[in-house]
């Protein structure tokens, strides 16, 4: 391909992408860092990252905030053993899928918290529930 097609083809690509006007972000919206440094690379440079390479680059890590919010809600379930060690891993997962979001490599704070506060009260309720069963009334 020679230099004039390439370019044809880059500027095609910028009509289809609405060229270079700037994209409209919802107000407070902030951009992990790991997307701005992505982000700021121009089709044209040679530095840029490749499209197939890059696409993996793209997408965020909420394994830890999602698997905390399951943890939670499972850990609610009053089961003594499994709900005590289903609110533990919520809470870590959750602190875990927070410190993520600080460092910008995951955008899903809301889950990891709720799953993080779910596993403490989880394991509140596993606490409570175990005591009743250990001094509850006997005949």
């Not at 994209?23 to 700021?40: F, H, N």
């Not at 919520?90 to 602190?95: L, V």
């Amino acid at each position: 391909m020679n230099e004039t097609n390439s370019e044809d083809n880059l500027d095609r690509l910028d009509s289809l992408q609405g060229g270079d006007e700037e994209r409209s972000v919802p107000s407070g919206y902030k951009q992990p860092p790991i997307y701005q440094s992505l982000a700021s690379h121009s089709p044209s440079s040679p530095s840029s990252v490749p499209l197939q390479q890059g696409s993996n680059l793209l997408q965020p890590m909420n394994g830890m905030g999602r698997a905390s919010l399951v943890l939670g809600i499972v850990g609610m379930v009053p089961f003594p053993i499994s709900g005590f060690f289903c609110s533990l891993l919520a809470i870590i997962f959750g602190a875990n899928g927070r410190k993520r979001v600080k460092k910008g490599i995951a955008t899903n704070k809301a889950m990891a918290t709720w799953g993080m506060w779910l596993g403490i009260v989880g394991m509140g309720l596993q606490i409570i529930l175990s005591l009743s069963i250990a001094f509850g009334s006997g005949s």
